[in-house]
């Protein structure tokens, strides 16, 4: 059996990918954060949730978190659509402008 021990620099490239491919898509981290957002939220209101079953609570609240991240992910692919077939050719052909 062989240990591996992770290095510092692992860890780095680990951390430095992540906030690399965040800055690529800006959407995810959003996604991520509202998805976790909206289920902490429901959780905590889950004491207050009346004569409503938990079944239904729960389904409700997988509901809202994923419309949210689908939510997300559309304006994403929206936004980069955008970024490569209409932001870039104008650049492409006015170059002078963006100096």
Known sequence: ?????????AYEENESKFMRKAKENPFVPVGMAGFFAIVGYRLWKLKSRGDTKMSVHLIH?????????VGAMTVGVIYTMYRDFFAKPRLEQNPTQSK
């Open 61 to 69: 609240m997988r509901v809202a978190a994923q419309g949210f991240v």
């Open 1 to 9: 059996m062989s240990t591996q021990l992770v290095t510092m620099s």
